[in-house]
Structures are given as structure tokens and as C-alpha cells.
Antibody, heavy 124, light 107 residues
Framework: QVQLVESGGGVVQPGGSLKLSCAAS????????IHWVRQAPGKGLEWVSG????????HNADSVKGRFTNSRDNSRNTVYLQMNSLRAEDTAVYYC?????????????????WGQGTLVTVSS | DIQMTQSPSSLSASVGDRVTITCQAS??????LNWYQQKPGKAPKLLIY???NLQTGVPSRFSGSGSGIDFTFTITSLQPEDIATYYC?????????FGQGTRLDIK
């Protein structure tokens, strides 16, 4: 069964930085796009960022543009989300999710496997 | 960005009932509409993709339909384990956007 395991969450002060990791296993990691979806406490789902199978195509939500950077290391089967200039409204559980497609800017995507999530709390 | 309007926001039904949730897109999204189930404290789970395709392993009591801007998600016979929040999602283009969710519980 596909596995996605997030790590790196925690408590950080406003303006601080945090780097999330998503370790993948039990599938051919280098063939799939990976996305990040977050969920603020008691709220709905928000797509945050996506990266293509080879890391050449990236896209961020406007709410995190210029602050979050998505990257991947296919030799380590890992995706990273570098989060800078964090704000209180970034407080959420961050999920790493797999898309069945290689690219991200392709109609018809969906998220077939999800990690368990990692909690990021931005607070002073 | 494409806005997704999901209704109702909450719903109570009895075991065995037929349950319907609707989702409306602000623009034509063809059939690029997905449905997820989220149980408390758990990650969401994909149920339906491309409006009407049942994800592998998902019970056949779940179904989806629609195209363009109007979509419907149906549970034909509600089971106790179906208590969850359900979300629609469009992936016609980025940013992908979700509906606000429908919280389903047992009457």
C-alpha cells in the first residue's frame, strides 16, 4: 500500500520558518506529482502547493506565493515544503498527497493517497 | 479562481436513507470533479474521481454524477460507518479548490 509520511511540523513564532518533509514508499515515487493540502483547525481543505514528477513544474496557492517553496529529491523519495515568513493563518494540519499524474497543470487531477498529516502552529 | 459551492453544509439522516449532496462550480469544469470523505481525526479519502468514477475499493453505495457546473454525490443506503464530512474538489485548473464540506451524521 502506498505510504506518505509527513514530518517537520511544530510550533513556530510569526515570521519564522519551518521545513516539512514527506517521505514516500511502496510506489514509483519519481513517476508521480505530489501536492500539499492543508486544513486549519475546524475548517475545510485548502490546496497549497504542487510539484511535478521531476520537479520542473511547480505551482503555489496565492495565499503562500513568495513564502513557501516546494521541492523534491527523487533519489530519497522525499518532497519538501519550505515555509518562510509564517503567519498565524498558516496554522493547520499539512497533508502530503499523491496525484496519479506526472504533471500538475493538467485537468483531471485528483488525490488518491494522503499522508497522516503534520500540525504546524504559528503562535507567539 | 473557481469557487465551489457545496450544499447542504450539514445533514442528518437515518441508517438506510438515500443521501444526496450537491456541488456547484462557478465556471464550467467539464467532469473534473472529485469527492472525498473525511472522518474525525483522519486524513481525507478519495471516493469518486472525474465526477462519476468510483475509486478502487470504495463501496458501490457511493456514486457521483454531473458535468459542467452542477454535480451530485449520492449514498444509496446510509451506513453507520458513513458518518463523516464530505468534500467536493475541482481540478479543472490550478489552483484546485474544495467545497466547504458537508457534515453528515445519523439521525
Amino acid at each position: 500500500q502506498v505510504q506518505l509520511v509527513e514530518s517537520g511540523g511544530g510550533v513556530v513564532q510569526p515570521g519564522g520558518s519551518l521545513k516539512l518533509s514527506c517521505a514516500a514508499s511502496r510506489f514509483t515515487f519519481s513517476s508521480f506529482a505530489i501536492h500539499w493540502v492543508r486544513q486549519a483547525p475546524g475548517k475545510g481543505l485548502e490546496w497549497v502547493s504542487g510539484i511535478s514528477y521531476d520537479g520542473t513544474e511547480k505551482h503555489n496557492a496565492d495565499s503562500v506565493k513568495g513564502r513557501f517553496t516546494n521541492s523534491r529529491d527523487n533519489s530519497r523519495n522525499t518532497v519538501y515544503l519550505q515555509m518562510n515568513s509564517l503567519r498565524a493563518e498558516d496554522t493547520a494540519v499539512y497533508y502530503c498527497v499523491r496525484s496519479p499524474h506526472r504533471l500538475i497543470a493538467v485537468a483531471g487531477g485528483y488525490f488518491d493517497f494522503w499522508g497522516q498529516g503534520t500540525l504546524v502552529t504559528v503562535s507567539s | 479562481d473557481i469557487q465551489m459551492t457545496q450544499s447542504p453544509s450539514s445533514l442528518s439522516a437515518s441508517v438506510g436513507d438515500r443521501v444526496t449532496i450537491t456541488c456547484q462550480a462557478s465556471h464550467d469544469i467539464s467532469n473534473y470533479l472529485n469527492w472525498y470523505q473525511q472522518k474525525p481525526g483522519k486524513a481525507p479519502k478519495l471516493l469518486i474521481y472525474d465526477a462519476s468514477n468510483l475509486q478502487t475499493g470504495v463501496p458501490s453505495r457511493f456514486s457521483g454524477s454531473g458535468s459542467g457546473i452542477d454535480f451530485t454525490f449520492t449514498i444509496t443506503s446510509l451506513q453507520p460507518e458513513d458518518i463523516a464530512t464530505y468534500y467536493c474538489q475541482q481540478y479543472d485548473n490550478l489552483p484546485s479548490t474544495f467545497g466547504q464540506g458537508t457534515r453528515l451524521d445519523i439521525k
